[in-house]
C-alpha cells in the first residue's frame, strides 16, 4: 500500500530591509543663510580654530582612492588640481605653486619637496555631517564625526562612516560640481586633528531617508 506524504513547502516571506534614516547636519549654501561665498566660487565653510594638517603620503593616496571609488572620471592630475595651491583646501600650501614645490605621491612628483598641508578644515555646501552642538557652534571630533588625520582608516572605512564630502561651488540657485569631477562628484575627506568648530547658523538639521541632494538648495535665505 502506497503511502502519500505531502510536504509543506511554504515559507513566511521575509521581511522588508529596514530603510536607512539619515541624521546629522546639512551646510547650507549662501542663499540659505550659510556661509557667504561669492558667486560662482567654491562653496566653502572654514573652521575657525582648525591647524593645518600635513598632507601626507598616506592622506594623499586615500583621498585619491576616495576619488577613484566615487568617480573613476577623475584623473591623478585632476586630483593634484583639487589640491592646487590657490585652492581652499590648501590655501597656498598645495601643488603647483611656483615658488614652493610640494611633494605629490599620487603622481610621484617632487618627493624630496615639503609636504602640502590642508588648511582650515575646510568643508563644502550642501553635504551631510556630524557634529555636537555646543552653545552657538557645531563641534567635530576626530574618530568621531569626521576621520583622525594621526589614525587614518581604509576607503571602505572612510565612505561607510560618511567621513566625506562633495566640493561644491555656489551658483546662485544651488551648487555646482566642482570642474574636476568632469560633470561628477569630486569627494574629499574630511580629515581633522583635533576639536573643531563652526557656527552653528550655517547648518540645518538633516532627518531624513534619503542623503540631501549636494547641488539643491532646501530653503530660503532667513
Same mark, same amino acid.
Given at each position: 500500500?502506497?503511502?502519500?506524504?505531502?510536504?509543506?513547502?511554504?515559507?513566511?516571506?521575509?521581511?522588508?530591509? @529596514?530603510?536607512?534614516?539619515?541624521?546629522?547636519?546639512?551646510?547650507?549654501?549662501?542663499?540659505?543663510?550659510?556661509?557667504?561665498?561669492?558667486?560662482?566660487?567654491?562653496?566653502?565653510?572654514?573652521?575657525? %580654530?582648525?591647524?593645518?594638517?600635513?598632507? @601626507?603620503?598616506?592622506?594623499?593616496?586615500?583621498?585619491?582612492?576616495?576619488?577613484?571609488?566615487?568617480?573613476?572620471?577623475?584623473?591623478?592630475?585632476?586630483?593634484?588640481?583639487?589640491?592646487?595651491?590657490?585652492?581652499?583646501?590648501?590655501?597656498?600650501?598645495?601643488?603647483?605653486?611656483?615658488?614652493?614645490?610640494?611633494?605629490?605621491?599620487?603622481?610621484?612628483?617632487?618627493?624630496?619637496?615639503?609636504?602640502?598641508?590642508?588648511?582650515?578644515?575646510?568643508?563644502?555646501?550642501?553635504?551631510?555631517?556630524?557634529?555636537?552642538?555646543?552653545? %552657538?557652534?557645531?563641534?567635530?571630533?576626530?574618530?568621531?564625526?569626521?576621520?583622525?588625520?594621526?589614525?587614518?582608516?581604509?576607503?571602505?572605512?572612510?565612505?561607510?562612516?560618511?567621513?566625506?564630502?562633495?566640493?561644491?561651488?555656489?551658483?546662485?540657485?544651488?551648487?555646482?560640481?566642482?570642474?574636476?569631477?568632469?560633470?561628477?562628484?569630486?569627494?574629499?575627506?574630511?580629515?581633522?586633528?583635533?576639536?573643531?568648530?563652526?557656527?552653528?547658523?550655517?547648518?540645518?538639521?538633516?532627518?531624513?531617508?534619503?542623503?540631501?541632494?549636494?547641488?539643491?538648495?532646501?530653503?530660503?535665505?532667513?
Amino acid at each position: 500500500m502506497d503511502t502519500q506524504i505531502t510536504l509543506n513547502l511554504s515559507f513566511e516571506p521575509a521581511p522588508p530591509p @529596514t530603510p536607512t534614516r539619515y541624521t546629522g547636519w546639512r551646510l547650507l549654501y549662501t542663499g540659505e543663510g550659510g556661509n557667504d561665498n561669492p558667486l560662482n566660487m567654491p562653496a566653502v565653510a572654514p573652521s575657525f %580654530d582648525a591647524q593645518p594638517i600635513p598632507f @601626507t603620503e598616506t592622506l594623499q593616496l586615500l583621498s585619491w582612492q576616495l576619488m577613484q571609488r566615487l568617480n573613476p572620471t577623475i584623473t591623478s592630475m585632476q586630483w593634484r588640481s583639487v589640491y592646487r595651491y590657490d585652492r581652499a583646501f590648501t590655501n597656498f600650501n598645495g601643488f603647483d605653486d611656483p615658488n614652493n614645490a610640494r611633494a605629490d605621491y599620487v603622481n610621484r612628483l617632487d618627493l624630496g619637496a615639503p609636504l602640502p598641508k590642508l588648511m582650515k578644515a575646510i568643508i563644502c555646501s550642501g553635504s551631510l555631517y556630524d557634529g555636537i552642538v555646543e552653545g %552657538d557652534k557645531l563641534v567635530m571630533y576626530p574618530g568621531i564625526h569626521a576621520m583622525d588625520a594621526a589614525a587614518p582608516v581604509s576607503v571602505d572605512e572612510l565612505i561607510r562612516r560618511r567621513w566625506y564630502f562633495f566640493a561644491t561651488s555656489w551658483t546662485g540657485k544651488g551648487g555646482a560640481h566642482f570642474p574636476q569631477g568632469n560633470g561628477g562628484v569630486v569627494p574629499i575627506p574630511y580629515i581633522i586633528r583635533a576639536r573643531t568648530e563652526y557656527p552653528l547658523a550655517w547648518f540645518q538639521r538633516w532627518d531624513a531617508f534619503a542623503l540631501p541632494d549636494p547641488l539643491k538648495m532646501y530653503r530660503s535665505n532667513q
